[in-house]
């Protein structure tokens, strides 16, 4: 019998304008969406971009 280790699945971040991948295990979660990172999660109250210059639309 053969034993596969199964890799996580990559995933697009849930906020709008963002292009960012997520893992399936990742800890930023809103409900069932998962996000890259805290700030997209908490929909950018500041304006704030979700990573530095990493070239995403959605901040804002």
């Known amino acids: 019998m053969n ?5 996580p699945a990559t995933l697009q971040c849930a ?5 960012c991948t997520v893992q399936a295990d990742s800890p930023f979660r809103n409900g069932a969406l998962l996000f890259c990172s805290e700030v997209c999660a908490k929909g950018h109250p500041n304006g704030e971009p979700c990573h530095a210059a990493c070239g995403c639309e959605c901040h804002g």
Do not use: D, S
Request: aromatic share 0%; hydrophobic share 20%.
């Open 15 to 19: 906020c709008p304008g963002c292009h």
């Open 3 to 7: 034993a596969t280790l199964e890799k």
